[in-house]
């Protein structure tokens, strides 16, 4: 089992940058997929990115891609979301959640049932 906690939530002007980590205690990461999902206020929690434990596949929301990038570092037992271009509509709570032993194919959905760890979220606010 691993516990995951979010940081590097702030507030940026549209078009900034934030990276966002996210870092696990207990076991290895080696054999988790590990996704981001966002939760704008009013709305429901949207999945973000996925990248995968077998080779480190990455996939994306369609209208994030070119600005959001996921990576890990297991070594280090997180895994980053550079946002870049940020948008008003950026804006949200963020999530990341963890699946162990998942197929690609699943982490490709980004779907929030198949992940049954979460960290706490950390808050990102674009605005003027």
């Known amino acids: 089992q691993v516990q995951l906690v979010e940081s590097g939530g702030a507030s940026v002007q549209p078009g900034g940058s934030l990276r966002l980590s996210c870092t696990a205690s207990g076991r290895s990461l080696e054999h988790y997929a590990i996704a981001w999902f966002r939760q704008a206020p009013g709305k429901e929690r949207e999945g973000v990115s996925c990248?995968?434990?077998?080779?480190?596949?990455?996939y994306y929301r369609n209208s994030l891609k070119g600005r959001f990038t996921i990576s890990r570092d297991d070594a280090k037992k997180t895994v980053y979301l550079q946002m870049n271009s940020l948008k008003a509509e950026d804006t949200g709570v963020y999530y990341c959640a963890a699946a162990h032993n998942v197929e690609d194919f699943f982490c490709s959905l980004v779907r929030p049932y198949d992940f049954g760890t979460w960290g706490q979220g950390t808050q990102d606010t674009v605005s003027e």
């Open positions: 990248i995968s434990s077998s080779d480190d596949s990455d």
